[in-house]
């Protein structure tokens, strides 16, 4: 299963390098809004392996996972470097755009004021990806549990079959010596019975 998480690692890799090498090239580019909409497509993908690997942590023995906890720390404080790094970016070109278009100082403020929106609203977004991210991996250890849970009460059950079939035998044990008690009482009379007429029979012929 490790190899998954190196397999999903490469992945991540391969997008997060191509962000940065866009973000990079944005101040000299000449069509930084081509390259702000691809550098963002990268995060995603990188975003989403990011979950892979996550997801595969949780599954690994805890001796295996604790090995990559660091490498996957180390990820998560690159991708979010990177989304920085873009916004910076990105908010540098609404600026200069901004002030090379305005018309007025009232306006240009007004646009700046947009611009911080927009920062801060991403921000939350950010915010909102992370609370997302614990969601789904304290849902994932619930689920872990609740199988350690089923694997305990399937336990109990079989250990309960056990007993119930143990008990059966004795009661199968306890029928038959019942059973074989039954017949020695008998065979014990029919043996008096016949004494008695064998005593009988020896009374009779001594007295006559």
Do not use: C
């Not at 995060?43 to 023995?61: C, F, G, K, T, V």
């Amino acid at each position: 299963m490790a190899e998954l998480f190196k397999g999903y690692e490469n992945d991540f890799s391969k997008y997060i390098a191509s962000a940065n090498k866009k973000v990079a090239t944005l101040p000299a580019s000449q069509q930084p809004d081509t390259l702000i909409s691809e550098a963002k497509n990268d995060i995603q993908e990188a975003e989403h392996w990011l979950r892979q690997m996550e997801n595969e942590i949780i599954s690994l023995p805890p001796n295996v996972s604790s090995q990559y906890q660091p490498r996957l720390k180390r990820h998560q404080e690159n991708l979010l470097n990177l989304k920085k790094s873009l916004n910076n970016e990105q908010a540098r070109k609404n600026k200069v755009d901004l002030i090379g278009n305005a018309a007025g100082v009232d306006k240009r403020t007004g646009l700046i004021s947009q611009n911080e929106l927009l920062q801060e609203t991403g921000e939350t977004l950010e915010r909102t990806y992370k609370v997302g991210i614990e969601a789904e991996t304290t849902a994932n250890n619930t689920m872990n549990v609740l199988k350690g849970q089923r694997i305990q009460l399937q336990g109990i059950n079989d250990k309960v079959n056990d007993v119930g079939t143990n008990v059966n035998k004795a009661n199968r044990v306890i029928t038959s010596m019942d059973r074989r008690r039954k017949w020695m009482k008998l065979i014990m009379l029919v043996i008096i019975v016949l004494l008695m007429i064998a005593i009988a029979i020896a009374l009779y012929i001594k007295v006559g």
